[in-house]
Structure formats: C-alpha cells, structure tokens
C-alpha cells in the first residue's frame, strides 16, 4: 500500500516539496444544485480567496458571500466576520448543527466549504497522517482505463466529508476520484471528478472538480452536478527557493 501512496505523493510534486508548503491560496468559483438546494446560491459562481494552512485544519474564505465579510472554519468553530474582525455570526461544534433538508447558514456553508476545500487541497499528502489508515481495493475502469482505488478510513478527530473515503488513481498516480458520502447532509452519496491537473510551486493541483450523485453500483449520473468548483491562482508561501 505504501507504494501507491508514495507513487501518488511523488505524481503530485514529492513529500520534500510538500514539507516546505505551510499556506496555500488559491482563486475558487464554486457552483452546483447543492448550494442552490441549501439557500446558498448567493456563494454560487462567485469567485472567493481561499486559503488554507496546511499543517492544521483551518481555512479562510475572503469574500464570504458578500464583500467586506470573511467566512472562517476550524474544527470546533465556524464563523462570518467582517473585514475588521467582527463577528457577525458564529457555531461552535459546528457539525452538531445541521439537520436533514434544512437550508444552511452563513456558518454552516463556511463550515462545509471549509473543511471540503481543506481537504480536497492537501490530498495525497494528508494521508500519511497520523491515524489515517488506507488499504488498496479492487480497481475500477473508467472509462476504457484502469485506475487503481483505495480505500481511506479518516480518525474522528479529521474533520471531513465522512469517515470512510475511496481514492481512485491513474497510471501516472494522480488522484482521478474521490467517492464519499456527505454526512452533514443526510449521507448522499458523491462521486467526485478531479480535471486538468496542473503544477504550482512544484506541487501539482487540480484546477477543475466536478462531483455528482452516486449509485449503488458506484457509477456517478453526470447528468447532475450537485457541487462544481474552478480553481486558479495558486499562491504557495513557505516554499524555499
């Protein structure tokens, strides 16, 4: 297993690279039924400065769905602030507050972009953390290729989508897929496309993500884009010449 994971770590610009990363910042315009289901669609296509630290779970989002507010998540606390600091609305142990087919708040939509883009940004590295267990499954045809899959289990403690995450890899070890179910809305089900892979800073990024409903027999219905987001502008800072 360590082999595909060290394969994927090297595709995607090496762990020595990596190591030196402690800010990323990049440009994101998120779109998809989600946001217009949870009365969000004010976030939709809408481009916002993400930026995430990468040795602790903590994102910033700048605007937050209007100008001059900043969305802000950490694990145990999401909050909408203005620019100067003021707290215009704030959850502590955010994921107790979600209910079932309910519009999303402010915070909550600050909590869920948050941790998503956390995550999404620092795969494969992040799975050579502590208390995360990964086992390599049978592998799945895509398209006329074979993408080797694995099976990710997350600690509590790692604040994500769900606890159980599948990774699908092609030949050259990028990440193609990520298959999750979203526990802070119900459990739906989400097969997750990553596109147009391009490099940053010597790290190699996804530029393009498109993720759709997902069957029982694991097969996304593209017809349906419950979440989109276009990312540019990667800014890394930590990064020695």
């Known amino acids: 297993m360590k082999s595909l994971i060290d394969k994927s770590i090297e595709a995607h610009g090496g762990l020595e690279r990596w ?3 402690r800010e990323i910042s990049v ?4 779109d998809g039924a989600a ?10 296509k809408n481009s916002t400065r993400v930026t995430i630290e990468t040795r602790n779970e903590r994102t910033t989002l700048d605007p937050f769905l209007v100008p ?19 707290v215009l609305e704030e959850l502590r142990n955010p994921r107790d507050s979600f209910k079932p087919d309910m519009p999303w708040s402010g915070a909550q939509l600050a909590y869920f972009a948050g941790y998503a883009l956390w995550t999404y940004l620092t795969l494969p590295f992040s799975l050579l953390s502590d208390g995360v267990r990964c086992e390599e499954i049978d592998s799945w045809k895509e398209n006329g290729q074979i993408w080797r899959a694995m099976k990710v289990t997350f600690p509590k403690s790692y604040v994500t989508h769900s606890t159980e995450q599948v990774l699908y890899f092609d030949d050259s070890g990028l990440v193609r897929r990520q298959d999750y179910s979203v526990d802070i809305a119900a459990g739906g089900t989400a097969a997750h496309y990553l596109y147009d892979h391009q ?5 190699i990024f996804p530029t393009r993500r498109r993720i759709y409903p997902r069957g029982p027999d694991q097969q996304p219905n593209k017809d349906v884009v419950i979440m989109a987001v276009d990312l540019s502008d990667f800014k890394l800072s930590g990064i020695t010449s």
């Open 19 to 21: 190591n030196e990363v």
């Open 27 to 30: 440009l994101a315009v998120p």
């Open 68 to 86: 001059g507010q900043i969305g802000i998540f950490e694990p145990f606390r999401t909050a909408v602030e203005k620019s100067d600091g003021t």
């Open 35 to 44: 946001l217009h289901l949870r009365g969000q669609a004010a976030f939709a």
């Open 199 to 203: 490099e940053f800073g010597g790290i």
